[in-house]
């Protein structure tokens, strides 16, 4: 159903119809139609679908929605939506809402609940405890194989996921995992020790989102736990809520190395100023950063003004060792960021990066050399200037953007911010100076 | 257990000690851990390990290791090792095996899966159908959840995921889906078409491979069905294997914007001629293009052997100019990566970019105005002269880089090419010509 369709039936009041087609979409679908329509409609379907639909859209919601439902809806719809949302999707509501509508939140919720939301938004942003969820199954080892199904059969419906389960001791320390699966193939009368794992992977409530990207990558789990200072179980991270980070993660590669201060909003949700405040501040320093190539112009302006035509050949050399080097950068940035290249590795993308330039420093060069003397005609000694210092900006910008994102890591900062930009900047005053003192020997100024 | 400590226990033949310590670890992390010592070592804990153990290692070394491993196992070792491997990760390593060990592969095949292998080698890299893989549930919609059940018993341990079961018709062809979840917690006698979800959500084997990933990052799903033409059921792709897809276009696409062909292999695992002509083709194109901008030099050349000093803002004006049309067609690419943007928002970028180009120019315009007149003592006139430029600059490479990804995305061109690099030619041009206009008119050259 698209929205001319809905829009139709609507105006002509067939609901019946209308339920019929929503009840046949995803929900994620149903919320992707209503987020651009008007409010009013909105709150109309939102009533119209069946409750546990309507709570799963619901989350699906941009937040202006969100908002205008929860202002709309009585205390007990909002109380049923408040029970039924996971908890992960509770407090990222929480975080979004202005503050009368958190208040209306926390009214209908219970006193163990806001204590328990509390403690969640205490936890660091892009931490593992800002992604996690309480909605997971434990498990004691004591238990049988039928027992544990039983377990699960009972409560499983309100859990985020049932495929994997916890089995946690009497201090609730996390001691081992075992998957719906092994649970599902093995004998009844099992004990759950007999096919738990206990050599469990977890990671800790103040882990970096990213290092918990990385593990999910690197095992291809469906859901890591999420334990404390003490190994007491807090909740679990599942896979889907990690597919936004790698997401997120990637755009604020992206954005850095492009010369932005990350933000997480989207870009068009995001006012004008501050998508411009998100990029002055590197712009500034570039600018300033830009005056040493002005000043090795200034120094050798003699040697300009006596053979002019050098000065056409500054934007052509810059911008070829700018893009050399921002090749090499983006490609150690990357590996640095997918965990294929580590610190360890200097000397390796070194040696590399080495051969590399030589090869397209020589071959940039020679067709530079043919085009300077047949096409621009420009003479001899200044093709070969050119031509010369064409070989040495690439050789020294791959090897400044092979390496300077790695020192960027060893210095714990972050590589992607030793991309294009920044790289071009530093690079641009060496090719300068290579180029007029390449000309200042070769023509004997 | 890390390296040393593994080479110690062979050195002193403590082979139980060390049997102890690989099975506290996850499969993974064995791989890791031998994937970069000598064959022979890795041989001899290959067949250390339990069998199955043995397999999943196997499926995650390195080509290199795998190649050894199937030329120094009997057959009948890697007969096991092929029964147990999962279908995708059998295809994977068919076609990263030389051609004599391939052989061997399939000689150690039955004729039907001779027959499958050929027919799943022969889908287009980068399809939904090089991902799959068969080992999924089929079920019927006429048995009850507990027949279900006891048929996933059965089978169970052989599939890859059984998290979700595929209802499928006497023609094979995909009529619904049922999860686990629903199967464990519903009563054992209803059927399988009371609890099942026929609004699937499937994909084709042609379609391509970042469609597939989009429908995973939307939906949140843990595995996806895979239909041929008539929409029989062909196989089925996991979530594993779509956070690997996502990282590859996430670099795929950081290496376009960086002006390079894109390429699937790891740089460390590239030769240095490989990663030349990867960087090539593109820096060849652009050192031509920057021909235009020499041009416009060439032709004012006597504006500049007038006032000398207009030369030693040249870099400073055309780095600031590609920096800010990097940030925006950076945004606008990720954009559209990622499905924020689509085509039908280019006048809402437009707008976005022209008021926050505003804002930008002036503001770094000011900035340098007062650098230009105070630090670098070069008149009021020729500080004009630059801060105009600046404000024109920052607004044109704003909105060029704004638009073309999205005029690239129009002509059905990857948007990528339209970043740094490329915007940055454009602009230089456009940079000089509009500096050149302004200094001419404010001096009256």
Request: net charge negative; aromatic share 6%; with cysteine.
């Given at each position: 159903?698209n929205?001319?369709?809905?829009?139709?039936?609507?105006?002509?009041?067939?609901y019946?119809?209308?339920?019929?087609?929503?009840?046949?979409?995803?929900?994620?679908?149903?919320?992707?139609?209503?987020?651009?329509?008007?409010?009013?409609?909105?709150?109309?379907?939102?009533?119209?679908?069946?409750?546990?639909?309507?709570?799963?859209?619901?989350?699906?919601?941009?937040?202006?929605?969100?908002?205008?439902?929860?202002?709309?809806?009585?205390?007990?719809?909002?109380?049923?939506?408040?029970?039924?949302?996971?908890?992960?999707?509770m407090?990222?509501?929480?975080?979004?809402?202005?503050?009368?509508?958190?208040?209306?939140?926390?009214?209908?919720?219970?006193?163990?609940?806001?204590?328990?939301?509390?403690?969640?938004?205490?936890?660091?942003?892009?931490?593992?405890?800002s992604?996690?969820?309480?909605?997971?199954?434990?498990?004691?080892k004591?238990?049988t194989?039928?027992?544990?199904?039983?377990?699960?059969?009972?409560?499983?419906?309100?859990?985020e996921?049932?495929?994997?389960?916890?089995?946690?001791?009497?201090?609730?320390?996390?001691?081992?995992?075992?998957?719906?699966?092994?649970l599902v193939?093995?004998?009844?009368?099992?004990?759950?020790?007999d096919?738990?794992?206990?050599?469990v992977?977890?990671?800790?409530?103040?882990?970096?989102q990213?290092?918990?990207?990385g593990?999910?990558?690197?095992?291809?789990?469906?859901?890591?736990?999420?334990?404390?200072?003490?190994?007491?179980?807090?909740?679990?991270?599942?896979?889907?809520?990690?597919?936004?980070?790698?997401?997120?993660?990637?755009?604020?590669?992206?954005?850095?190395?492009?010369?932005?201060?990350?933000?997480?909003?989207?870009?068009?949700?995001?006012?004008?100023?501050?998508?411009?405040?998100?990029?002055?501040?590197?712009?500034?320093i570039?600018?300033?950063?830009?005056?040493?190539?002005?000043?090795?112009?200034?120094?050798?302006?003699?040697?300009?003004?006596?053979?002019?035509?050098?000065?056409?050949?500054?934007?052509?050399?810059?911008?070829?060792?700018?893009?050399?080097?921002?090749?090499?950068?983006?490609?150690?940035?990357?590996?640095?960021?997918?965990?294929?290249?580590?610190l360890?590795?200097?000397w390796?993308?070194?040696?590399?990066?080495?051969?590399?330039?030589?090869?397209?420093?020589?071959?940039?060069?020679?067709?530079?050399?043919?085009?300077?003397?047949?096409?621009?005609?420009?003479?001899?000694?200044?093709?070969?200037?050119?031509?010369?210092?064409?070989?040495?900006?690439?050789?020294?910008?791959?090897?400044?953007?092979?390496v300077?994102?790695?020192?960027?890591?060893?210095?714990?900062?972050?590589?992607?911010?030793?991309?294009?930009?920044?790289?071009?900047?530093?690079?641009?005053?060496?090719?300068?100076?290579?180029y007029?003192?390449?000309?200042?020997?070769?023509?004997?100024?």
């Amino acid at each position: 159903m698209n929205e001319k369709i809905l829009m139709d039936l609507i105006e002509q009041k067939r609901y019946i119809e209308l339920k019929e087609k929503l009840s046949e979409m995803n929900e994620v679908d149903i919320a992707e139609l209503l987020n651009p329509l008007e409010h009013h409609i909105t709150l109309l379907i939102f009533r119209m679908l069946p409750k546990n639909v309507a709570v799963e859209v619901f989350s699906y919601f941009s937040s202006e929605h969100q908002a205008d439902i929860i202002n709309a809806i009585t205390d007990k719809e909002l109380k049923y939506i408040l029970d039924e949302l996971f908890f992960d999707d509770m407090i990222d509501l929480i975080e979004e809402m202005p503050a009368n509508l958190v208040n209306k939140i926390l009214t209908n919720s219970t006193q163990d609940e806001r204590k328990l939301i509390n403690q969640f938004l205490k936890y660091p942003a892009d931490s593992a405890g800002s992604l996690m969820t309480i909605e997971y199954v434990e498990l004691k080892k004591e238990m049988t194989v039928i027992e544990a199904l039983k377990h699960i059969k009972a409560i499983g419906l309100s859990k985020e996921t049932i495929y994997t389960c916890y089995v946690i001791d009497n201090n609730r320390k996390l001691e081992a995992i075992v998957s719906l699966r092994s649970l599902v193939v093995s004998d009844d009368n099992k004990s759950i020790e007999d096919i738990m794992h206990d050599d469990v992977i977890y990671v800790n409530t103040h882990d970096d989102q990213e290092t918990v990207a990385g593990i999910f990558k690197k095992y291809g789990f469906l859901a890591l736990p999420v334990v404390d200072m003490e190994r007491r179980m807090t909740g679990i991270i599942t896979v889907d809520d990690i597919m936004d980070v790698m997401e997120q993660e990637a755009t604020e590669d992206f954005q850095r190395m492009a010369a932005m201060s990350p933000s997480e909003e989207d870009y068009l949700d995001s006012s004008v100023l501050t998508l411009a405040k998100q990029r002055i501040p590197w712009l500034l320093i570039l600018m300033v950063g830009a005056t040493f190539t002005g000043g090795i112009i200034a120094k050798y302006e003699d040697v300009l003004s006596a053979v002019v035509i050098l000065t056409a050949f500054i934007p052509m050399l810059m911008d070829t060792g700018g893009n050399s080097g921002s090749q090499s950068s983006t490609l150690i940035i990357r590996g640095l960021a997918t965990g294929e290249i580590s610190l360890e590795d200097i000397w390796k993308v070194l040696w590399k990066e080495f051969r590399i330039s030589l090869i397209v420093g020589i071959t940039l060069a020679s067709v530079n050399f043919i085009k300077n003397m047949l096409l621009d005609r420009v003479g001899f000694i200044v093709s070969l200037t050119v031509s010369c210092t064409l070989v040495v900006t690439v050789m020294v910008s791959k090897i400044v953007g092979g390496v300077l994102p790695l020192l960027a890591k060893r210095l714990k900062m972050d590589p992607a911010i030793m991309a294009g930009p920044l790289i071009t900047t530093i690079v641009d005053t060496l090719t300068l100076m290579v180029y007029f003192k390449i000309a200042s020997s070769l023509m004997h100024l």
